[in-house]
């Protein structure tokens, strides 16, 4: 397979937004990460969201270094991973804008870690923080899966800079 001659290869640093967009061509996955400690709950959407082993189970997902978030995310010690499903576009756009509580008029039940988890989702998982670095921009959380439950719901998918279910066509 040859590379087309009127492509050419460009430097990230020279135009991030066409980088970003770029990024964007890969389809992923959009998750919720939450996190509960000492009466505060966060949340945000995520599609960083990966898989690093399988034994253990250990999975990872990244936020921004400077996110508010974080220290909840750290001292909570658990985070919980709700991986959405195909019609809660409305769920990926309310918990990836600030506001004082995202989980207001929602159906949240409480994890055996205490980390919130929606209603709805596609699977659910409920993880254990053992390791995290910075790098970049971003710090990097690994976690290590205590309990999940698969619903079996079409995932929502992020492509292009914007959500997207399976019986959408992707054109252009």
């Known amino acids: 397979m040859s590379v087309a001659p009127d492509v050419a290869f460009a430097i990230p640093g020279d135009d991030l937004r066409a980088y970003r967009q770029s990024l964007g061509s890969f389809p992923t996955g959009i998750t919720v990460m939450t996190a509960a400690h000492d009466g505060r709950r966060v949340g945000l959407t995520a599609n960083s969201f990966g898989s690093v082993s399988l034994d253990p189970p250990l999975v990872l997902w990244n936020l921004?270094?400077?996110s508010l978030s974080l220290p909840v995310y750290r001292q909570a010690g658990h985070f919980?991973?709700?991986?959405?499903?195909w019609h809660q576009e409305d769920v990926s756009?309310?918990?990836?804008t600030p506001a004082a509580d995202k989980f207001i008029e929602m159906d949240i039940s409480e994890g055996v870690t205490g980390v919130p988890l929606m209603s709805g989702c596609a699977v659910q998982y409920e993880c254990r923080l053992v390791h995290e670095f910075t790098t970049g921009d971003h710090v990097?959380?690994?976690g290590e899966v205590l309990r999940y439950r698969n619903f079996h719901r079409e995932p929502l998918i992020f492509?292009?800079?914007?959500?997207?279910w399976f019986d959408q066509p992707i054109v252009g």
């Open 64 to 66: 921004r270094a400077e």
């Open 80 to 85: 919980g991973v709700n991986v959405l499903a």
């Open 93 to 96: 756009r309310r918990f990836a």
């Open 140 to 142: 990097v959380l690994i």
């Open 159 to 164: 492509f292009r800079g914007d959500c997207r």
